[in-house]
């Protein structure tokens, strides 16, 4: 069954560095998530992509975050400088045109110190 | 924007007996209600869905029930098993086309041997 892969599975970066959390959605998947989920928490939408372009985005998703889809094949989501209440789990997630599924990928720790 | 309530919040229950747990949602336009489980440091898996045109939907030992008047939609599992053990995630999505999955809160199931 085809996945979504992301990489690094765990980061630890210190307050104020840029991390960058990529994601390789399933190939003919046309709509890309992302999502976070603070330990204990509930999973919390960040941002859509769709033809390129941002569909939606969260208040989470302030000026610190940008996503990307650089190749074709990767799909990255970058914070520009990292702060304390960013650690959390994000997790990837594409979607096929016309199914409502959507599948995740299984995440990236992100620890900031 | 979409609200979605989950309750209960914890869940013990006997291995053999019945586990429900429900939802509340506010925007009327939601018409696509999946659920997700979610076992620890593991990305939500899709256990199963139901859209807006049926009132309930069964796979095996898991049924989902909908009320659309009402707003509220429940997961039903039956003969519960040890790995039935898990956090457990509604959400609901206005599909259309690109549109965000809205998470509960999570209920965490705890079956007792």
């Known amino acids: 069954e085809p996945e979504v892969t992301q990489t690094p599975s765990h980061q630890v970066t210190q307050m104020g560095q840029e991390v960058i959390l990529r994601c390789v959605p399933i190939?003919?998947?046309?709509?890309f998530y992302w999502y976070r989920q603070i330990l204990g928490q509930k999973v919390e939408f960040l941002v859509s992509f769709y033809n390129n372009e941002i569909s939606e985005k969260s208040e989470i998703f302030d000026d610190q975050f940008s996503v990307e889809r650089p190749d074709g094949s990767n799909f990255t989501l970058k914070i520009r400088s990292t702060k304390l209440e960013d650690s959390a789990m994000y997790f990837c997630?594409?979607?096929?045109?016309?199914?409502?599924?959507?599948?995740f990928g299984s995440g990236t720790r992100l620890t900031v110190v | 924007g979409e609200n979605v309530e989950q309750h209960p919040s914890t869940l013990s229950v006997q291995e053999g007996d019945s586990a429900v747990i429900k939802c509340t949602y506010s925007?009327?336009?939601?018409?696509?209600f999946p659920w997700y489980k979610q076992e620890l440091g593991k990305r939500p898996q899709l256990i199963i869905d139901i859209r807006s045109n049926v009132g309930e939907k069964k796979d095996q030992r898991i049924a989902v029930t909908l009320n659309k008047t009402a707003k509220h939609f429940s997961l039903h599992i039956t003969e519960t098993q040890p790995e039935d053990s898990a956090v457990y995630f509604c959400?609901?999505?206005?599909?259309?086309?690109?549109?965000?999955?809205?998470f509960g809160t999570g209920t965490r199931l705890t079956i007792i041997p």
């Open positions: 997630a594409s979607r096929q045109d016309g199914d409502y599924g959507y599948t």
């Open positions: 959400a609901a999505s206005t599909y259309f086309g690109n549109e965000k999955l809205t």
């Open positions: 190939s003919n998947h046309l709509y």
């Open positions: 925007d009327s336009a939601s018409n696509y």
